[in-house]
């Protein structure tokens, strides 16, 4: 079982950058496709970005050309870089297994886009 902890977060004028990291631990971290999840107040959780074991990404439209998500499996540590962020980015952001949603998740790191 892979768990997580996520840090980063942070309050930044809409325009500007945030760099989230997700440190895994888990045997398992180098084969598991991590997705960086986000949720807003009063909103369900969303997928915004993943990517598997051998680097192919995947992002939601939402933040497609802003956000770019890697990973250091020697560091079992996924990374989301954050550009051109808009109010509509604030959010807790958490990292993830994806596809195994229901094991326990981390506390996730808040970030706040101020207008």
């Known amino acids: 079982q892979v768990q997580f902890v996520e840090s980063g977060g942070g309050l930044v004028q809409a325009g500007g950058s945030l760099s989230l990291s997700c440190a895994a631990s888990g045997s398992t971290f180098s084969i598991a496709t991590i997705g960086w999840y986000r949720q807003a107040p009063g909103k369900q959780r969303e997928l915004v970005a993943h990517i598997s074991s051998g680097g192919s990404t995947n992002y939601a439209d939402s933040v497609k050309g802003r956000f770019t998500i890697s990973r250091d499996n020697a560091k079992n540590t996924v990374y989301l870089q954050m550009n051109s962020l808009k109010s509509e980015d604030t959010a807790v952001y958490y990292c993830?297994?994806?596809?195994?949603?229901?094991?326990?998740w981390g506390q996730g790191t808040q970030v706040i886009v101020s207008s």
């Open positions: 993830h297994r994806v596809g195994f949603e229901g094991s326990p």
